[in-house]
């Protein structure tokens, strides 16, 4: 009864906190904000009030972040942003139709909302995500917003605010910039979506109506702010359907303060991020980032590959003006080699390329219910089409073509895709010629070769054999030899998964062969290792993950789903780490720095530790890693530390067996423990040298291998000169 008691009276008290602490993050009908007072969301994130811009003596309403120390405040959100108030005279008031009238000097209203429905008791609320919103008071705190703030972005896009359009009520939000840091006014630059003319919904940034950079919201990666190397990282979302189009982001780490801002001087898109410790913003990502970043800046036709020279002509094509082109003026772009055939339809084609950035699609067509084949007979119906492919942008169905020059395109690393560009049957042939004779020599040299490959094989076949068999006798002398309960996947799951093993989902290169991203059928997520034919990753290294992957179970190490053993394909299956590996943080400068503070460089050190003991002395296995290190360490969305990659493992057995003796010594320089690299011995203290060269890495931030100091080797070297862990902090004494 005594509990039941305390609970209510706790609640109660919850309950007046509640109501007290958030009557300054609302206004109500008969209140109002004048230039003295202020409203402050009920985190104490965000303030809405009275500015002034710089030495500017105008009266601006705003939205700013209240707990920052900094001279000078960071406003994300403008009213009046043309319309100044030049004295202390402003009030903001909701009327009787339930609008936000902001009066100024002398009672005239400078800036109002227009809410489609009107209503007679309304209310305001400055959000914690720093949304100023409407509502009928009727509807209470958990109505639906008659207006918001974020429909109507300034210059800068918060997390969670949308950038894009809603198709039901045409309603438009783009983000402009300020025309100077005095005058919030929007001055000539502007970044949206716009699909007004195109099927395909691009973003732009503009400089009044020319273009200046382009990105497809589509896959992310050249978005305003994205991450080419972590996209998951910065959880981007973009949503392309009936009603809406638009871009969100939201961090997946909560405490990231991040915005991104329009900068009106460099005219770029700049991703900032809140370093705590320095009270400062830190810019991130800036696009455009290089040369290729700036809208067609090769010209028609062009393709812009980065260095020496900038600029290429698409295959096909030649300069316009070869002179120019070698003075690097290429404005004028590419024409044809040799001119299309375009009547009779069967004797242009096409020619494939593959990790473009795709052309503009200003004057583009798509059907998403056409296959490829389909396309490609439309494309060459139609004389002005100039190159096809598939609609989805993870390719496969749907058909997108283009109509004339070809802008905008550029050599991408990591993200291109595939597209189809006509070429005239001449053109076509000469380069079928060109391959044709590459392919006799290609098959020459194989001949010759494949007699001598195939001895090789067999002798190393047998060799690998009998290896096998004296490993087998080996390792699992006494180990419970029970029948593996791990699911198979067929490889055409796996395919369609990871899309054919595309190279978007590509995550990166293992010491075995690549890894993929997948998304089975249900939504799971899912990393694939794919063995590379050519690997030293035999068989025998294979097998040896599976089985000793698939007895181990512990919260630091990542989790196996399965295998996938056809033909000569060996793919291991593992949960997918949203937040790749551990080298990926400590060793970048600017996301090391603000993703990881020390509790959580704590977590991951202890984490590790958990795993590592987990597999020296409380698995049922005796288990040596052998290749601890920062890139096998895997973070997950809550970015703890899971041990990865044990391709090199192997298990001690009989009980109180610590070590062995190996005559090929394997592992990575720079973690192998000195009698291992020097005499072959391994033992569990191989991988607790391995963990202390990854402790040192991760308080310092620094590689032991690319360390550098003028009067020690390495890292270690440099730890054990200065000795003494407790100075740690000499490593980097400015970073923190
Ligand atoms: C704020 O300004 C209003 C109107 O200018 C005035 O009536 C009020 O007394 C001021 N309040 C404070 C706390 O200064
Ligand atoms: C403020 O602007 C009004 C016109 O909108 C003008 O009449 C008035 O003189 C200005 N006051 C000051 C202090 O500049
Ligand atoms: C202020 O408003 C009054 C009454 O509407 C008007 O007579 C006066 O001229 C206005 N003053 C200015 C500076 O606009
Ligand atoms: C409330 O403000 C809106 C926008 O300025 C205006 O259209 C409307 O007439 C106002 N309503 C009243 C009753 O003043
Ligand atoms: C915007 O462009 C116009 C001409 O297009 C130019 O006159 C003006 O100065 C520009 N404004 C800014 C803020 O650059
Ligand atoms: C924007 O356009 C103006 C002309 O309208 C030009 O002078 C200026 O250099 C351009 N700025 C950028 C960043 O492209
Ligand atoms: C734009 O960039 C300039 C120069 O880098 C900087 O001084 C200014 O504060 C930036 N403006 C914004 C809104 O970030
Ligand atoms: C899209 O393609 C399908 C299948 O070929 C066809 O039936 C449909 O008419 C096409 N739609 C348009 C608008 O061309
Ligand atoms: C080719 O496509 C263009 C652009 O969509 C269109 O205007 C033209 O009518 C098409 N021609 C034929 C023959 O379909």
Same mark, same amino acid.
């Given at each position: ?6 609970l209510?009276?706790s ?15 609302i206004?109500?009908?008969s ?13 104490g ?22 707990n ?6 960071t406003?994300?959100w403008?009213?009046?942003?043309? /319309?100044?108030i ?5 009030m903001?008031?909701i009327?009787s ?7 100024g000097?002398n ?12 209503v ?5 609320q400055l ?14 705190i958990s109505?639906?917003?008659?207006w ?11 997390p969670?605010m949308?950038?894009g359009?809603?198709?039901? #009520?045409?309603?438009k ?21 716009? @699909? ?8 732009y ?8 950079y382009?990105?497809?919201p ?21 949503v392309?359907?009936d009603?809406e189009?638009?871009y ?10 991040s ?5 009106q ?15 400062a ?12 970043d700036?809208?067609? *800046? ?13 600029c ?10 070869q002179?120019?082109w /070698?003075l ?5 772009g590419?024409?044809r080699?040799k001119?299309?055939s ?15 950035k ?6 583009s067509?798509v ?5 490829l084949?389909?396309?490609r007979?439309?494309?060459?119906n ?13 390719g496969? #169905? ?11 395109t ?12 006509? @070429? ?12 044709k ?11 010759v070769?494949s ?6 094989y067999?002798?190393?076949r ?22 593996l309960?791990l699911?198979?996947?067929?490889l055409a799951?796996?395919i ?15 010491g075995f062969?690549?890894v ?6 249900g ?7 794919r ?10 290294e294979?097998m040896?993950?599976?089985i ?10 990542v ?5 996938c053993v ?11 780490m ?12 600017t ?25 020296h002395?409380?698995?049922r296995?005796r288990?040596i ?9 895997l ?21 109180n ?5 190996t005559n090929?010594?394997?592992g990575?320089?720079?973690? @192998?423990?000195?009698e291992y690299?020097i ?7 191989s991988d607790?040298?391995? *963990? ?12 032991n291998?690319?360390?550098y ?6 890292l ?9 862990l ?11």
């Open positions: 009864m005594g509990g039941l008691c305390f209510l009276i609640t109660n008290l919850l309950f007046l906190f509640f109501t007290i602490s958030s009557a300054v993050d206004i109500s009908p209140q109002s904000i004048s230039d003295n007072t202020t409203l402050v969301s009920s985190d994130s965000f303030e809405l009030g009275f500015f002034s811009p710089g030495s500017s003596t105008n009266r601006y309403l705003g939205i700013w972040y209240k920052m120390n900094i001279p000078g405040r406003v994300v403008v009213a009046n942003r043309c /319309n100044p030049n004295d202390s005279s402003g903001l008031m009327n139709t339930g609008n936000l009238v902001l009066f000097q009672k005239s209203v400078v800036w109002s909302t227009s809410s489609v429905k009107r007679e008791n309304a209310m305001v959000l914690d995500s720093g949304n100023l919103v409407v509502r009928d008071v009727k509807d209470g109505g639906p917003y008659l918001q703030s974020f429909d109507y972005p300034s210059d800068t896009l918060l969670g949308k950038l359009w809603d198709l039901r #009520t045409g309603l939000r783009h983000i402009s910039a300020w025309k100077n840091s005095e005058d919030p006014c929007p001055g000539n630059f502007t970044y949206g979506i716009e @699909m007004e003319l195109q099927a395909y919904p691009e973003a940034i503009r400089n009044g109506t020319a273009k200046i382009r990105a497809s589509f896959n992310g990666l050249t978005f305003c702010g994205s991450s080419e190397k972590h996209p998951a990282r910065y959880g981007f979302n973009f392309y359907n009603d189009v638009y969100m982001y939201k961090p997946t780490i909560k405490s990231i303060t915005r991104i801002v329009l900068n001087t460099t005219s770029s898109c700049i991703r900032f991020h809140w370093k705590k410790e320095d009270e913003w830190t810019a991130h990502l800036s696009r455009p980032r290089d040369v290729c700036h809208y067609g *800046f090769c010209g028609a036709n062009g393709n812009c590959i980065g260095e020496n020279p900038v290429q002509c698409l295959k096909g094509f030649k300069p316009k003006s002179g120019k /070698n690097a003026d290429w404005s004028l590419c024409v080699n001119p299309l375009c009547q009779k339809t069967d004797k242009d084609g096409f020619l494939k390329f593959v990790g473009l795709l052309p503009d699609t200003t004057h067509w059907n998403k219910s056409m296959n084949k389909e396309c007979a439309k494309c060459l139609n004389c002005s089409c100039m190159a096809y492919r598939s609609s989805d942008i993870r496969g #169905t749907g058909c997108a073509i283009w109509f004339g020059d070809l802008i905008d550029t050599q991408a690393l990591t993200s291109g895709q595939e597209i189809y560009i006509r @070429m005239s049957a001449s053109e076509l042939e000469e380069n079928d010629s060109k391959l004779t590459a392919l006799i020599v290609v098959a020459v040299i194989a001949v070769f007699g001598v490959l195939l001895v090789a067999y002798i190393h047998r060799r690998k054999k009998l290896k096998e068999i004296r490993d087998r006798n080996q390792d699992n002398e006494g180990a419970p030899n029970e029948d309960e699911p198979l996947f067929e799951t796996v369609s998964a990871t899309d054919n093993f595309s190279s978007n989902n590509k995550l990166g290169e293992g062969g690549p993929y991203k997948g998304t089975l059928a939504g799971q997520e899912i990393a694939v290792k063995l590379s034919r050519s690997s030293g990753q035999g068989m025998n294979f040896n993950e599976v000793l992957i698939a007895k181990l179970q512990h919260r630091n190490l989790k196996l789903l399965g295998c056809q033909g000569d394909e060996k793919m291991l299956i593992y949960e997918y949203p937040n790749g590996s551990l080298d990926s943080f400590i060793f970048d400068q996301s090391g720095e603000l993703l990881l503070d020390w509790p959580k460089r704590y977590h991951i050190i202890c984490g590790i530790a958990r795993g590592l003991l987990y597999l002395q409380d698995s296995l288990i890693h052998r290749d601890l290190k920062a890139s096998n360490v973070l997950d969305n809550e970015m703890n530390p899971k041990i990865s990659d044990f391709g090199l493992a192997r298990t001690l057995t009989g009980g067996q610590t070590g062995g003796n090929r010594v394997v990575t320089y720079g973690y @192998m423990a000195p690299v005499d072959g011995l391994f033992s569990v203290k607790v040298f391995s *963990f202390g060269v990854l402790v040192l890495e991760v308080i310092s931030g620094r590689k291998k690319g360390f100091h003028p009067t020690s080797p390495n270690i070297g440099h730890a054990s000169i200065n000795s003494k407790s100075s740690c902090c000499t490593y980097a004494p400015n970073r923190w």
